[in-house]
């Protein structure tokens, strides 16, 4: 048995303590690793085993988090959902491009960056265009037939 299988714990409770002040989950992950070293130790198990314990389960659970921190998010929000976002497919009218894809327009009384969506014909002839979805603060537009 090695004898310091209590800092492995002792780490691992330190940054599960940190992870309630961040709240990503990484350090939690980090932390499950540690303490899954800490068993290794515990059960006599060389450094070179607990090192691997821990990066082993830290980096697989690193890229379970971000697996599901990717699809959460991407539920969370439905950019083009005509049913839950009521001002896609209504038109708006740009004046002029401030650059090759995009400039801003006033949209409902309140500025709006937009955007030309992807396949669209660039540099855009001012005119009037379709909103597609909206992404953040930016009003994706299609030319209007």
């Known amino acids: ?21 961040t709240t990503t989950f990484y350090l939690l992950v980090v932390a499950i690793g540690f303490g899954a070293a800490g068993f290794v130790a515990l059960a006599g198990g060389s450094l070179a085993i607990q090192l691997t ?61 937009v955007e030309l969506a992807q396949g669209q014909a660039s540099p855009p002839e001012p005119g009037d265009f379709v909103i597609r979805r909206i992404d953040g603060n930016r009003l994706i537009v299609e030319r209007s037939n």
């Open 1 to 21: 048995m090695q004898d310091y299988y209590w800092w492995w714990w002792g780490v691992a409770v330190v940054l599960g303590l940190l992870e309630m002040f």
């Open 53 to 113: 314990a821990a990066a082993g389960l830290s980096v697989v659970g690193w890229a379970a988090v971000r697996r599901w921190g990717t699809r959460s998010r991407a539920a969370d929000q439905p950019q083009a959902d005509r049913n839950l976002i009521l001002d896609i497919g209504e038109q708006v009218h740009v004046d002029r491009w401030d650059g090759p894809r995009r400039t801003k327009v006033v949209y409902r009384g309140a500025s709006w960056a």
